[in-house]
């Protein structure tokens, strides 16, 4: 039949009101409905088919029903009848709420999340496959957040110099990882050390003694001791090393002398030096070396150690201030 108005709504059909039986015996108050009702006014209760009080005769709280008097006996001489009962739900048609029935203040009045975002927050994210709404965690939001030139431009500029602590961004072979200022430093900074003799250090006779160069000239990563002649390698990594004495002996008996660089504990001989074939003896003698350490590893350490055998036995000095005594090193970039 032809009508004029709005159409019918043919999705939400309505539904009969419900209603439910009791048996009083003189004795019980309370009753269990089937629905929670909001408030006494949205039933009808009825008792020996007489309406009961809404204000006076009878409270709700979520299902039960409990009477200020204990209604007489009788079967089924007690009934209730819902009036406010939900009849059924309208649903929002596919892709009916549109921007603009959304206000600023779905965002702006929600409490915000007060701290940083963890790897298992979750949020909204439109599936481009099929355009799904789905969930995502953090955690996997970060493995797609990229960097565009105003990433760095826009930034605010670093006033001074990294410090060992400041953290960088790299690819790992396609993983964004970060990285500590020390660690790449480590790989491109210069590392050199240089110390020299200002005082002589008398030697026993015939017997190894270490060389300590008592000043420093310069020590990039304070690896040097200038109290035990020890110098410990910061990095791994090659390294050029070398060192020059001065021996002497008041009385020119100088006859065999060397110089071992001692390296991680184990000596490890260098170079070696002599009188001539023709027993020639020496007052003072100069000895230098430099070498390279193909495979140093960071925490090794070294040292020089001298030899000078006299041929009366008698005690020889390496020559400090003036004398040129110094050990030096460096590491080479590979």
Known sequence: MAYVGTPLDTTNAFQSLAGKRFNGDGSTTAFTLDSSPNSTLDIEVFVGNVRQDPNSAYTISGTTLTFTGAPPSGTNNIYVVHQAKSVGTIDVPSEGVQSGSLSSAFLTGQTDIGGAIADADLFLVDDGAGGTFRKTAASRLKTYAGFSVSSITGATALAEPPADTDEFVFSDN?????????????????????????????????????????????????????????????????????????????????????????????????????????????????????????????????????????????????????????????????
């Not at 660690?183 to 110390?195: G, I, L």
């Not at 002398?257 to 504990?265: P, R, V």
């Open 174 to 334: 396609g993983t964004l990882k970060r990285i500590d200022f020390a660690h790449m430093r480590s790989s491109f900074d210069n590392v050199a050390f240089s110390a020299r003799l200002d005082t002589n250090v008398t030697m026993s006779d015939a017997t190894d003694t270490t060389i300590v160069f008592n000043t420093e000239i310069l020590d990039t990563d304070s690896a040097y001791d200038n109290s035990t002649g020890i110098y410990t390698l910061p990095v791994t990594g090659k390294y050029l090393v070398g060192f020059n004495l001065m021996f002497a002996d008041a009385e020119g008996n100088i006859d065999d002398f060397n110089a071992k660089l001692d390296i991680e504990g184990t000596t490890q001989e260098v170079v070696r030096a002599q009188s001539t074939s023709n027993g020639t003896l020496f007052t003072k003698k100069t000895l230098s070396y430099v070498t390279i350490l193909p495979s140093g590893n960071a925490t090794d350490t070294l040292k020089v150690v001298a030899f000078n055998d006299t041929t009366n036995g008698s005690t020889s000095l390496v020559q400090g201030a003036g004398y040129s005594g110094v050990f030096w090193g460096v590491r080479l970039r590979d």
